[in-house]
């Protein structure tokens, strides 16, 4: 009965894991704050009109935007899938023990 019961929250977990590493995959895959960088939108004046992309905020900024206006992603987090794959190591670590 134990077994059965380990092997169900196994699943459960492994289920939850799948769909969190589908939404990190999302964030990580935004090209607007990964390159190549798209253009978030354009300033205009009566002489010139500029692109503006997320990576030049950042570096004109001082890190003042800290997530991405267009996936959410915390800017301070590299990837999101990395982070998940850890976890989920950890996890199935400590499922083992």
């Not at 915390?74 to 976890?87: F, P, T």
Request: with cysteine; glycine share 6%.
């Amino acid at each position: 009965m134990n077994k059965n019961i380990e092997n169900g929250f196994t699943k459960m977990v492994g289920k939850m894991y799948d769909e969190a590493l589908k939404e990190a995959q999302k964030r990580d895959d935004c090209t607007f704050c990964h390159e190549p960088f798209e253009c978030l939108g354009s300033v205009a004046n009566h002489d010139a009109v500029c692109t503006v992309q997320l990576n030049e905020l950042l570096a004109n900024e001082d890190n003042l935007i800290k997530f991405c206006p267009v996936c959410g992603r915390n800017l301070s987090v590299e990837s999101y899938v990395d982070r998940m794959q850890k976890a989920q190591n950890e996890s199935g670590e400590a499922i083992k023990k």
